[in-house]
């Protein structure tokens, strides 16, 4: 088990360093690259080619990019000239991050404490009236755009029957104490109840907006795969053998429907902040989904660095984790 996660973590070194390359070339290719971003297009020549020089751009392409990976590696982004002009990039990012953990955390809660029962409870009723109205909802939420989805639930919701917030993560006029950013957590913390079920509040709608694609997918595989595995010859070797449901569903249908099921987890949380960008957006989270389609619109790369290079370095790290609950599910997973 060791020797197969060492090889993993040496495949995620690899993979990180090529995202990095990949990142470099991007940001160069950008129409007017940092220079225009930070003197603005009516610079004069002189101007331009004295930043270029500070910022070491005449420099040959190799050189930068050594010095690009330097400054990541040490945390130096930059300072934004976007999004919080002035600050550093890699500060605004830390300072944002729990707000997009915190509400992807919940959303993959509701996907999957919904998407693998549902599955499995329509699969094992496969061909009756709840299964094809499952998989029809199933459907439904694959093709809803999130952020059609997100406005309906507010509108009722929020809007209409004033059950819920309307944006926002707390109430400001509560004044919460912080300790982590994770608003909810905070409240627990501090024994501040009444902030913490506020800000549960809050998360609800965006959560359950940001869940709809997680959950359909997730649904759709888990039911595809305990119907494939229910067919099996250990299957029905099992029940000939007089084994509880229990234990059938447990060791034998669960287990190995699972393996597909983990892969499809880990993708889905990989693909969160694509969604929590539009999310973010109606309610107002203020969050990395909202930082990052804000750094775009301003043309802030340090932002972007840091931003584009966290969520591939959390895909990875997802991926690695995913490749490791494989080989706790399935021991023949170490050997390949």
Known sequence: MLRFIVRRLIQMVAVLAVLSLLLFMWLKSLPGGTVSALLGERA???????????????????????????????????????????????DIFLQRMPATIELSTFAMIIAVSLGIPLGYFAARRHGSFLDNLSVITSLVGVAIPVFFLAFLLKYIFALELGWLPVSGRQDSQLGATRVTGFFVLDGLITREFDAAWDAFKHLILPA???????????????????????????????????????????????????????????????????????????????????TLAEAFTKRDYPVLQVVILAAAATYVIVNLLVDIAYAVIDPRVRTR
């Open 208 to 290: 359950v907006a940001l869940s709809s694609i997680p959950f359909a997918v997730i649904f759709r595989i888990t039911r595809a795969a305990v119907l494939d595995v229910v067919g099996e010859d250990y299957i029905r070797t099992a029940e000939s053998k007089g084994l509880t449901n229990r234990i059938i569903r447990g060791r034998h249908i669960l287990r190995n429907a699972m393996l597909p099921v983990t892969t499809t987890i880990g993708l889905q949380i990989g693909g969160l902040l694509a969604g929590a960008v539009l999310t973010e957006q109606v309610f107002s989270w203020g969050g990395i989904g909202s």
């Open 44 to 90: 004069t020549a002189e101007s331009r080619a004295a930043l270029a020089k500070v910022l070491g751009l005449d420099q040959p392409l190799w050189s930068q990019y050594v010095s690009f990976l330097g400054r990541i590696l040490k945390g130096d982004f930059g300072v934004s000239n976007g999004v919080l002009i002035g600050r550093d990039a890699l």
